[in-house]
């Protein structure tokens, strides 16, 4: 079974602090994706990067960084600098590479950023 | 990247009528497309895949009766919520499996239906 754990449902922080987002998944498979997207106050759901279980490296796209440590079964998500508009609600999915298409959704975590 | 639309964004309908959502894939084809609900400050649901030119597949619980999938076209999916009752009340939101290779799902703003 594929699982993915957002253990922070919300945050709070003052724009310019530095924020992490938890992502821990458990799966069997060998080979799979992760996936984070970003859903603000209109409901869009935007996606934000993809890593496959191959690929370990760490990527940073402007403010967003991200950690994938297949050692401890973690996808974690760090925005520098928080602003007011990185306020939404960030999912963390997992996709198992022969389980058929669908995402699995962690529970999301809640981030505010306050001026 | 990959766009998604869907309408309509917002319905209300009264208790009893039909609602058909539509959900495209503007720049890309998608044989797969899927059906997620989402309640409150709550995640995403799967609701059912839909195939083009095949059945759509439906998650355990969802009433495949009440919940008519069409994906006629590699760019349209429909949902089609039958004689719609309060409960019924949630966020939907489609998403489409850019062919990519790559696994991405991209998804559409989403519907807010209302059923009074």
């Known amino acids: 079974a594929q699982k993915v754990t957002q253990a922070q449902t919300e945050i709070s922080v003052v724009e310019k602090e530095d924020v992490t987002l938890d992502c821990v998944y458990e799966t069997r498979d060998t080979t799979y994706y992760l996936f984070w997207y970003k859903q603000p106050p209109s409901g869009e759901l935007v996606f934000l990067i993809r890593r496959n279980s191959f690929d370990e490296q760490n990527e940073i796209s402007g403010r967003y960084s991200w950690n994938f440590q297949k050692s401890t079964s973690s996808f974690n998500f760090t925005i520098t600098a928080s602003q007011v508009v990185d306020s939404a609600v960030y999912f963390c999915a997992l996709k198992v590479a022969y389980s058929g298409y669908a995402l699995n959704f962690g529970k999301g975590t809640s981030l505010l950023v306050t001026p | ?116």
């Not at chain 2, 997620?36 to 030119?53: I, V």
Request: hydrophobic share 35%.
């Open chain 2, 1 to 116: 990247g990959a766009v998604v639309s869907q309408h309509p964004s917002r319905v209300i309908c009264k208790s009893g009528t039909s609602v058909k959502i539509e959900c495209r894939s503007l720049d890309f084809q998608a044989t797969t497309m899927f059906w997620y609900r989402q309640f409150p400050k709550k995640s995403l649901m799967l609701m059912a895949t839909s195939n083009e030119g095949s059945k759509a597949t439906y998650e355990q619980g969802v009433e495949k009766d009440k919940f008519l999938i069409n994906h006629a076209s590699l760019t349209l999916s429909t949902l089609t919520v039958t004689s719609a009752h309060p409960e019924d009340s949630s966020f939907y939101i489609c998403s489409a499996r850019d062919q990519d290779g790559q696994e991405t799902q991209y998804f559409g703003p989403g519907t807010r239906l209302l059923v009074l």
